[in-house]
């Protein structure tokens, strides 16, 4: 990795990860410039704003998970960050359920034989021991049992990942996947009172949107810093130092150092000269996986009370809904709201090539069908697309990967982060925890 005392950063991509490294450099007075291919920061973390209405590129919160980091988006954000309490649900064959699942709420929604299994399930699992699950389907099944993971996760993650969650590593959980809290679990049962106090959606969100996390970043730094629709096109190097960055119509010849946070095929593929071809196979081998987001505006109050409602039904071509109003006010006018509708996709899938109109009709369809909206209630809709949401993290993935970090670390000056550059399914609040030990390294 990079020499101490360097002067100067060369940070690549201004979207959480670029924007970051950003802020943490700006904090220590290091020099930096960051290269972004498109004409706006932010990344796949954006808030658009549309007439009066106002939505995330996804249904982002930040998770208050490292103490000195919350503190440093409070100190940014100052009194623009909201702490924010709604639950979220599951729809599931027409009913919505808590999510996290409780047994009062699943009484209430699933036949009592059925809750009777996981009930059986889960105690048979707490007596036995396990070998460490290796991919996602047999984690879900030690925590959750067989009939909750097939009725709640098995679907779900079929359609955010695209594979079979048996050929899915157990990280793209990313920590969510806690035991069913069985002793909870039977007590609500027995008693029929609700013990399960944790709301899962509890969380700091900005007032005017996720995406202003950033645009309060691109501030602190200073514009003039940020070249804009400069996408950087190579990296030429010596084996063990990045010599030059072509950006735009521009080369960079006073290489210090480099963050990298592009995407790590794009990274691979902007190397000259051109790494070694086993990495060059490693690296196509890989997925990423997309969001087409439909974004309805609807003339009614609120669509629901919640966060984010989850669909793990196959039927339905999309994920989750989120709704914008329902994490701060001012995301939409008084009288009206906008939900944004995440539906994953590879390239190669079918729901690719469906054109906006015919995406917008079928998903409308579905939601009046389920009772969710009625026809006239949308008065508007758009459409967004996120490239690179999902790295893909395939059983064996991890293997593919040794040999690539193992080159890119042979590079003394070069940085990695970022969920698409490391190639790990990670949260911004992860990636601010890196950009502050790289600059605490660097300093
Ligand atoms: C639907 C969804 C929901 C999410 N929800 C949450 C959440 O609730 N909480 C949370 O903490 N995180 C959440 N995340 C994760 C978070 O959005 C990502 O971790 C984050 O966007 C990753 O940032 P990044 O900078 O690594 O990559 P990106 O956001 O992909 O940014 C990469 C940047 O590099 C630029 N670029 C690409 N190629 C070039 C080039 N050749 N030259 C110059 N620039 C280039 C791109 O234009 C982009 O601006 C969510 C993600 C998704 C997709």
């Known amino acids: 990795m990079s020499d101490k005392k360097k002067t100067r950063l060369h940070i690549l991509g201004g979207g959480p990860a670029g924007l970051a490294v950003g802020y943490f450099a700006q904090r220590k007075k290091i020099d930096l410039e960051i290269y972004e291919a498109s004409n706006k920061i932010g990344g796949n973390c954006?808030?658009?704003?549309?007439?009066?209405?106002?939505?995330?590129?996804?249904?982002?919160?930040?998770?208050?998970?490292?103490?000195?980091?919350?503190?440093?988006?409070?100190?940014?954000?100052?009194?623009?960050?909201?702490?924010?309490?709604?639950?979220?649900?599951?729809?599931?064959?027409?009913?919505?359920i808590n999510f996290p699942l409780n047994s009062l709420n699943l009484l209430k929604n699933l036949k009592f034989s059925t809750l009777l299994n996981v009930i059986y399930e889960n105690i048979l699992n707490s007596c036995r021991s396990f070998e460490s699950p290796n991919n996602f389907k047999d984690l879900a099944q030690i925590r959750y049992g067989r009939t909750l993971s097939n009725l709640f996760l098995m679907n779900y993650?079929?359609?955010?990942?695209?594979?079979?969650?048996?050929?899915?590593?157990?990280?793209?959980?990313?920590?969510?996947?806690?035991?069913?809290?069985?002793?909870?679990?039977?007590?609500?049962?027995?008693?029929?009172?609700?013990?399960?106090?944790?709301?899962?959606?509890?969380?700091?969100?900005?007032?005017?949107?996720?995406?202003?996390?950033?645009?309060?970043?691109?501030?602190?730094?200073?514009?003039?810093?940020?070249?804009?629709?400069?996408?950087?096109?190579?990296?030429?190097?010596?084996?063990s130092k990045i010599k030059e960055i072509i950006n735009g119509e521009e080369k960079v010849l006073?290489?210090?150092?480099?963050?990298?946070?592009?995407?790590?095929?794009?990274?691979?593929?902007?190397?000259?000269?051109?790494?070694?071809?086993?990495?060059?196979?490693?690296?196509?081998?890989?997925?990423?996986?997309?969001?087409?987001?439909?974004?309805?505006?609807?003339?009614?109050p609120y669509f629901s009370e919640n966060a984010s409602i989850y669909f793990p039904e196959k039927k339905f071509p999309f994920t989750r809904i989120y709704e914008p109003k329902n994490r701060s006010k001012i995301m939409a006018p008084l009288d009206k709201t906008c939900i944004v509708i995440e539906i994953p996709y590879s390239n190669d899938d079918e729901i690719h090539l469906i054109?906006?109109?015919?995406?917008?009709?079928?998903?409308?369809?579905?939601?009046?069908?389920?009772?969710?909206?009625?026809?006239?209630?949308?008065?508007?809709?758009?459409?967004?697309?996120?490239?690179y949401a999902y790295p893909v993290m395939e059983v064996g993935t991890k293997n593919k990967l040794i040999p690539v970090f193992n080159y890119l670390n042979k590079f003394k000056n070069l940085y990695n982060i970022g969920r698409g550059a490391e190639f790990k399914y990670i949260h911004t609040h992860d990636i601010f925890k890196k950009a502050s030990l790289i600059i605490d390294e660097i300093s």
């Not at 103490?67 to 009913?95: C, H, Y």
């Not at 969650?165 to 069985?182: A, C, F, Q, V, Y």
């Open 46 to 96: 954006k808030t658009i704003i549309h007439e009066e209405y106002r939505f995330d590129t996804g249904a982002h919160r930040f998770h208050d998970k490292h103490d000195e980091i919350t503190l440093e988006l409070k100190d940014l954000m100052g009194d623009e960050l909201l702490k924010v309490s709604v639950p979220s649900k599951i729809f599931r064959a027409g009913n919505m």
């Open 355 to 387: 054109s906006e109109i015919k995406l917008f009709n079928e998903i409308s369809s579905m939601l009046i069908d389920s009772r969710l909206l009625k026809n006239n209630n949308i008065i508007g809709h758009t459409f967004f697309n996120i490239d």
């Open 157 to 239: 993650t079929k359609k955010l990942w695209g594979k079979d969650p048996t050929k899915l590593e157990t990280s793209i959980s990313g920590d969510r996947l806690k035991n069913l809290d069985l002793v909870s679990f039977l007590k609500e049962t027995i008693f029929k009172t609700s013990l399960n106090k944790h709301l899962d959606g509890s969380f700091y969100y900005p007032r005017y949107g996720f995406g202003t996390i950033f645009e309060n970043i691109e501030e602190y730094i200073g514009s003039e810093k940020i070249k804009m629709q400069t996408p950087v096109k190579m990296l030429n190097h010596d084996g």
């Open 254 to 300: 006073d290489v210090d150092t480099v963050i990298n946070s592009l995407p790590l095929n794009i990274l691979i593929n902007i190397l000259n000269p051109a790494p070694p071809r086993k990495i060059i196979e490693a690296i196509d081998s890989l997925n990423y996986r997309n969001l087409r987001l439909c974004i309805l505006f609807l003339d009614m």
